[in-house]
């Protein structure tokens, strides 16, 4: 049911208890109901609209006091259809009435009142459940409901409030109940396998997009009714759901059961920093039979689950493991701290002593680049594999003695860690 109450509000002094208007206390704004539903309404501080052609200028059976509105779309086929009303409680102040008038209204202009056309039972005085009926409506074709509250008879000064249950049927309306379902709905699976889940609907016309989520928490939007995650863990539930139809819109959903995860221990262990030239001993943990290290150049073993291991550069290393029917991974990274010692300054006077720019651990890096800008930007001298035999001199792309001053390299060394260092250069002379 679809609660739709007013807002209630207090008076600072005394308490006094006053209802807002619904917004479909106006004919523009009126509230769509649609099959399958059931609306809680009420035309609590309702009023109406009257002036020549507006939308409470009417006398059908009743003539408005404090009118409310409603409307329906009926489907392809068009035909009857029964709105009927329920739970009826009345305000009960003096002098107020306590029944309801209602009909049904085709309007060939919305709102616009020269236009309408009363439709079906009239209802004039209800202060019990009822119904309004129409038969033979036309397909595809938006009609109204409007509620008025009585005020007539003797004694009475106000008109009649109250909040009500209404729900609409019939063939005019009628429509299949939208579903959803999703495949597959329990495992096992394995730990950090890649599973495809795929949803069907039923019933289901202008279907949008399909919204996954796990455990109740959004993972993915997709305009296709498929959905792929490696992230599962044992007892986590996937479900679905997706919007059916344009007018009324309908949001069937399913979800798994609770999934069955397999897994077993497995850790690559911590990563570890060495020196260039020194080994390291890999903490591999599993209880899987069957398990590998790669890469397998220079490991002392990869089917032993602490191999030694003496790597030229950084390098991650995967266990991988399997079980019986489930494959899991975990990885290593061995970090080859650099041995790149970077001056800041020296001194290109031929006396001897400090009369290159060398670089320390450059050698171990064949393909490092280096490139030498002055303070405005303009490249001063660059290099590709620097080495203390290809030292800088301190001269420029001419063979021109640089000026004594403030320069700024970077040292770029092109290895798998990508390693770059920036910073300036002081040329003494």
Request: proline share 6%; aromatic share 10%; charged share 15%.
């Amino acid at each position: 049911m679809r609660l739709l109450y007013g807002i209630i509000f207090f008076t600072l002094f005394g308490g006094v208890q006053l209802n807002a208007q619904e917004d479909y206390n106006n004919c523009v704004d009126a509230l769509e109901i649609c099959p399958n539903e059931t609306y809680s309404v009420n035309n609590l501080g309702a009023n109406i609209t009257f002036c020549p052609g507006c939308e409470d200028d009417f006398a059908f059976c009743f003539t408005p006091q404090n009118s409310i509105w409603l409307s329906f779309t009926t489907n392809a086929a068009g035909g009857d259809v029964q709105v009927d009303f329920s739970n009826l409680v009345f305000e009960m102040s003096a002098g107020q009435d306590n029944e309801l008038q209602a009909t049904i209204i085709e309007a060939i202009a919305p709102c616009d009142a020269t236009t309408y056309t009363q439709l079906g039972n009239c209802v004039s005085n209800a202060s019990v459940n009822f119904s309004l009926n129409a038969v033979g409506l036309n397909p595809t074709t938006t009609y109204y409901i409007v509620i008025d509250g009585d005020n007539n008879g003797v004694g009475i000064t106000e008109p009649a409030e109250c909040t009500f249950d209404i729900a609409i049927s019939g063939a005019g309306v009628d429509r299949p109940v939208s579903s959803i379902s999703i495949d597959p709905i329990a495992g096992p699976f394995c730990l950090q396998e890649t599973v495809t889940f795929t949803a069907s609907v039923t019933d289901c016309p202008d279907t949008g997009n399909y919204q996954w989520f796990i455990n109740g928490v959004l993972a993915a939007t997709t305009t296709i009714p498929n959905f792929q995650t490696s992230d599962l863990v044992q007892g986590d539930v996937v479900s679905v759901q997706t919007a059916c139809y344009l007018i009324c819109p309908a949001t069937p959903t399913d979800a798994t059961n609770a999934l069955n995860i397999t897994s077993f221990p497995i850790d690559a262990g911590p990563d570890q920093t060495i020196q260039l030239g020194e080994s390291a001993i890999l903490g591999g943990v599993t209880t899987a039979p069957t398990f590998q290290w790669t890469p397998t150049f220079n490991v002392s073993n990869p089917l032993n689950l602490n191999p030694v291991v003496t790597p030229t550069e950084t390098v991650t290393y995967t266990l991988t493991a399997t079980q019986g029917a489930c494959t899991l991974t975990d990885q290593a990274t061995i970090i080859v701290a650099s041995l790149i010692e970077i001056p800041n300054s020296f001194s290109p006077n031929n006396d001897g002593a400090n009369d290159t720019w060398i670089i320390q651990g450059t050698e171990l890096y064949p393909d490092a680049s280096l490139k030498v800008y002055t303070r405005w930007g303009q490249p001063i001298y660059e290099t590709i594999g620097y080495s203390e035999l290809k030292a800088w001199d301190g001269t420029d792309q001419r063979g021109k003695p640089a000026a004594t001053g403030v320069y700024f390299y970077v040292l770029e060394l092109r290895d798998t860690q990508e390693q770059e260092f920036k910073g300036s250069l002081t040329i003494m002379r």
